[in-house]
């Protein structure tokens, strides 16, 4: 069974920054798509940020030169560096791993529970 664990939310002031990390544990084959999503309340889910197994990265406009996406293979292990927060990244955020398990020959998406980050002065 996989399972995806979240830590480094918090609370922070505006301008300053957080670190999250999500370490995915189980009988996995391959990490596919590693990912960021947020959530905040009233709102649908959104990408945050993505980086593939090659290191290719994507990131959603509101992120783009505050946030940095980053992998360590070795330890099935990917963070979210996250500068310059503002009020409007309030938000509980989940990590997200596209990946094939050893048992199965297939890839299927998998989420972790979730860590809430809260930008406030």
């Known amino acids: 069974q996989v399972q995806l664990v979240e830590s480094g939310g918090g609370l922070v002031q505006p301008g300053g920054s957080l670190r999250l990390s999500c370490a995915a544990s189980?009988?996995?084959?391959?990490?596919?798509?590693m990912a960021w999503y947020r959530q905040a309340p009233g709102k649908q889910r959104e990408l945050v940020a993505s980086i593939t197994s090659g290191g290719s990265t994507n990131y959603a406009g509101s992120a783009k030169g505050r946030f940095t996406i980053s992998r360590d293979s070795a330890k099935s292990t990917w963070y979210l560096q996250m500068n310059s927060l503002e009020p409007e990244d309030t938000a509980m955020y989940y990590c997200f791993a596209a990946l094939v398990t050893v048992a199965w020959a297939y890839e299927a998406d998998y989420w972790g529970q979730g860590t809430q980050v809260t930008v406030s002065s």
């Open positions: 189980g009988s996995i084959f391959s990490l596919n798509t």
